[in-house]
């Protein structure tokens, strides 16, 4: 009578346990990439044995996409549309799917102004696919870190600087997300 009684019991704790998991809804995002800026982090090597300083910030985001498709493979660059060459937010093409735009402050005025090197994008740079291959359409959500070693080469970048950095995402299907703005870092 009692191995009744616990296999009864064994079942009633299955079935109760099979209930609350069909209740539990995936969660519902949107299908565009939303972030939040969680953090920025800042490493610096001085300058040693003819080597240049080096500062690298690594920035930190929280993300959320409602089927999941962020990040590109190596494969994935060898086709189109990731293969053009131009298009994108920085017309640079689609290879490229983290989008940053570093904005120096100006000692006097105190405000912010974009700064430019070369060409728009130049900080630009691609993430791996964060599902695998296989990978059915499901929402995802994490953080995605990235890391930018900036060469203090007192031609462009000089220690004491003051930078704020614009970051956005690209999914597979070129959905861009919202832009954040990241905290104050001084070189």
């Known amino acids: 009578m009692s191995l009744f009684r616990t296999l009864s ?32 982090q800042v490493t610096r090597v001085p300058a040693s044995g003819g080597n240049l300083a080096v500062t690298t910030l690594k920035f930190v985001l929280n993300f959320r996409d409602g089927d999941g498709d962020l990040g590109l493979s190596p494969d994935d660059i ?8 131009t298009g994108g937010p920085n017309n640079r093409g689609y290879g490229l799917n983290y989008f940053i735009q570093p904005f120096l402050k100006d000692p006097v005025t105190g405000q912010f102004v ?11 740079s691609r993430y791996p696919r964060l599902d695998g291959a296989d990978a ?3 929402p995802l959500k994490g953080e995605l870190r990235y ?31 919202n832009t954040i703005t990241t905290s104050e870092v001084t070189l």
Request: glycine share 4%; aromatic share 10%.
């Open 9 to 40: 019991g064994a079942a009633l704790v299955c079935l109760a346990g099979a209930s609350v998991s069909s209740c539990l809804n995936a969660p519902d995002y949107p299908i565009e990439p939303q972030i939040d800026f969680k953090e920025v």
């Open 78 to 85: 060898e086709v189109a549309p990731w293969n053009a060459r």
């Open 147 to 177: 890391e930018l070693p900036l060469s203090i080469d007192r031609t462009f970048l000089r220690s004491g600087q003051v930078f704020r950095f614009e970051i956005s995402i690209m999914d597979r299907a070129l959905h861009q997300s």
């Open 114 to 124: 974009r700064f430019v090197i070369d060409s728009p994008g130049e900080y630009d």
């Open 136 to 138: 059915k359409p499901a």
